[in-house]
């Protein structure tokens, strides 16, 4: 994916609020959502951002201004879900892009047409962009699956397939929900320190997963792996994702199948896409530690090595009811990168279809925990508080463990660097609600 005239960093918008320093949305990144004016009983429809404003696709389709491929793609995200714009591909999500970038630039003949089809931020409310049939996550950070192997098994953090294989598991889709969301904290089974039957109850140890989402675009037939050369082809593009974990609930049900209903309850993804084609300024080469084997060549190839990575900043803000309270700020827990992942979103791809899986356009990819290499940059409460034995000391004088209720939890991410125009995810924000009566 090569830069051209969208990414140009002097580009400036008629959109005013788009040029303003520290926007997530200038003219440079136009990521797509579904969305309605909050409140009006209008039908969901995608919109692109741009500044504080949500263009709203369905009504830049009526407006005629699009014409070609740029006009069947804005057709295509002008319905209720993003399934069939991703279907597409990417040159049709390119060209609605370069028709968007150029018909929001200052002095754009199409300026007259297009504010017509602003709806600010501010009044709109969001809906998960896709139908997203799978939900596939991964656990792609080496030092999170190193942390909590060292919590499960500290005599064998890392398990010997860890640097060969990229380790997922099926999660489930219909428990995805949009930011902004509340959710009840789960009941489950635990199994108390030193006890030798199981508890019942709500979970005691709810934790939070600093993720990235990635949606799949066009699917691949059953039988057919996708080679890591087309691999982002088939990618639409990124948002925030923070997939809640139960651990006390994980710690008792894991083996030998795996996390079940400690992640199955909730999981909560930033309304905003950031296409590939936004973050190409921000490729990093993909590294592998001295020492570490390299790819098997299934997983290998010289544009992955160059340039598989992304350097995305990542932010975890927590909100306590007291803090809300006294309207102070939230504090911050975590700040990291995407780019210290140990495999990319191409390998994800190659590896998720080798077997001839086939890939549907909407599924939904979670990197698992992005932590960095230093626990400060740990995207877990788990690793953050050394499995609840060391708790963070806020800012007022309060502590936290684990996630109590009232708590919210704010993800954000951005890309910046000199010569590039910086761009935003937005946000992903959810809030813990106690759990229902145990029994009731
Ligand atoms: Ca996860």
């Known amino acids: 994916m090569s830069l051209n005239e969208t990414h140009d960093p002097a580009l400036r918008s008629w959109v005013a609020s788009a040029n303003v320093a520290g926007t ?40 005629g201004i699009l014409d070609g491929e740029a006009a069947t793609a804005a057709q295509a995200g002008a319905q209720e879900k993003l399934n069939a714009l991703m279907a597409m591909g990417p040159a049709a999500w390119s060209a609605l892009r370069l028709a968007l970038s150029r018909a929001l630039r200052e002095g754009a003949a199409e300026q007259d047409a297009l504010q017509a089809c602003l709806v600010p931020q501010a009044e709109a409310e969001y809906d998960v962009p896709a139908r997203i049939g799978d939900y596939t996550d991964f656990y792609t950070s080496v030092h999170h699956a190193t942390n909590i192997g060292r919590l ?41 320190p030193g006890a ?23 699917g691949n037939a059953q039988g057919e792996p996708v080679p890591i050369a087309e691999a982002e082809d088939h990618v639409f593009g990124i948002c925030l994702f923070n997939d809640w974990s139960a651990r006390d609930i994980q710690a008792w049900e894991y083996q030998p199948l795996g996390p079940f ?55 975890v803000d927590l909100l306590t009811p007291r803090l809300r309270e006294s309207g102070a700020a939230a504090a911050t827990i975590c700040r990291t990168s995407y780019r210290h992942s140990y495999w990319t ?94 029994g009731a």
């Open 24 to 63: 997530d949305f200038p003219l440079q990144n136009l990521p797509f959502a579904v969305f309605r004016r909050r409140g009006a009983g209008e039908a969901w429809r995608g919109g692109v951002a741009i500044g504080d404003q949500v263009l709203d696709l369905a009504a830049v389709v009526a407006s």
């Open 345 to 438: 979103v191409a390998q994800m791809v190659a590896h998720h279809t080798v077997n001839g899986c086939n890939l549907q356009p909407g599924d939904l990819f979670g990197s698992g925990t992005l932590s960095g290499p230093t626990l400060d940059q740990a995207g877990a409460l788990i690793e953050l508080t050394a499995g609840g034995k060391q708790p963070l000391q806020l800012a007022n004088g309060e502590t936290r463990t684990f996630l109590e209720d009232g708590d919210s939890v704010v993800i954000r991410g951005w890309c910046e660097k000199p010569g590039a125009a910086r761009i935003g995810f937005g946000e992903c924000a959810g809030t813990v609600l106690p759990a229902v009566a145990a």
């Open 196 to 218: 030798t039957q199981p508890a019942f109850g709500p979970c005691k140890r709810l934790d939070i997963e600093l993720e990235l989402g990635i949606f799949v675009g066009p």
């Open 152 to 192: 499960f098994r500290p005599d064998n953090p890392l398990l010997p397939n860890y640097k060969w294989v990229p380790i997922g598991y099926h999660g489930r889709a219909s428990s995805i929900g949009i930011s902004g969301q509340s959710f009840r904290r789960p009941l489950g089974q635990t199994l108390p």
């Open 261 to 315: 209903l400690s992640k199955s309850f909730a999981s909560t993804i930033s309304p905003w896409v950031v296409t590939l084609e936004a973050l190409a300024p921000y490729r990093v080469p993909f590294e592998r530690p001295e020492g570490d084997p390299q790819p098997l060549p299934y997983l290998d190839s010289e544009a992955n090595r160059r340039e598989g990575a992304l350097d995305i900043q990542l932010q």
